[in-house]
């Protein structure tokens, strides 16, 4: 079964930089699209942004364009979030999940949040001064 573990979270003034380490345990994450998801209490987690297996795709929300850059670093069964410019909307729990459907073609990118199989636990993103 694939483990997702997420850290770099923390309090951070507007305008800060964050990143954020996506590290999977017991299979490849290699095989996996993943995707970093920003969940407020109340509401169900959005996608922030996503990457295909290869890193040859990636996709973000409008709200993050321009100031958020995913990569993947498949050796070291690593994905990283980088967080630069961050706004007090920002704030929430960011959780990085994969989906094994992107096995078939490395250049996939997940269209829905339910079919990402697997999740992490999430890390706590605060931007607040």
């Known amino acids: 079964q694939l483990r997702l573990v997420e850290s770099g979270g923390g309090l951070v003034q507007p305008g800060g930089s964050l990143r954020l380490s996506c590290v999977a345990t017991e299979r490849r994450l290699a095989d996996y699209a993943i995707g970093w998801f920003r969940q407020v209490p109340g509401k169900e987690p959005e996608e922030a942004s996503c990457i295909s297996r290869n890193s040859r795709k990636t996709h973000y929300a409008d709200s993050v364009k321009g100031r958020f850059t995913i990569s993947r670093d498949n050796a070291a069964n690593t994905v990283t979030l980088y967080m630069n410019g961050l706004k007090p909307e920002d704030t929430g729990v960011y959780s990085c999940?994969?989906?094994?459907?992107?096995?078939?073609?490395?250049?996939?990118?997940?269209?829905?949040?339910?079919?990402?199989?697997?999740w992490g636990q999430g890390t706590q993103v605060t931007v607040s001064s």
């Open positions: 999940a994969g989906d094994l459907t992107a096995y078939a073609d490395p250049n996939y990118i997940p269209p829905f949040k339910s079919e990402y199989d697997y």
